[in-house]
């Protein structure tokens, strides 16, 4: 079993910029994607990012350039850079890590609030 902690959330201006981290709680070997998603209330979870074990990067349509996803030396940390944060990028972000037998471990969230 796979813990995941998210950390960076907040409360941010609109234009300003974020950086979330999630670090799991043990060598995440074998694992196949890492990545974050969000989810506002009473909407569905979303991807925002994710990358492969192969380095292979994805983003939802609605980054358009603002996010970079990133891991440490040892996979075991993801990043999230958000910059130009929109009021629209308000939701919980959680961390996800999963593998390629359909296994998913989940971190328990963290708020980001764009709000002048």
């Known amino acids: 079993q796979i813990q995941l902690e998210e950390s960076g959330g907040g409360l941010v201006q609109p234009g300003g910029s974020l950086r979330l981290s999630c670090v799991a709680s043990r060598t995440t070997y074998g694992i196949a994607h890492r990545g974050w998603y969000r989810q506002v209330p009473g909407g569905q979870r979303e991807l925002v990012a994710r990358i492969s074990r192969t380095d292979v990067i994805n983003y939802a349509d609605f980054v358009q350039g603002r996010f970079t996803i990133s891991y440490g030396d040892d996979k075991d940390t993801v990043y999230l850079q958000m910059s130009s944060l929109k009021p629209e990028d308000t939701a919980v972000y959680y961390c996800?890590?999963?593998?390629?037998?359909?296994?998913?471990?989940w971190g328990q969230g963290i708020q980001v609030t764009v709000s002048s």
């Open positions: 996800n890590f999963d593998r390629a037998s359909g296994i998913d471990y």
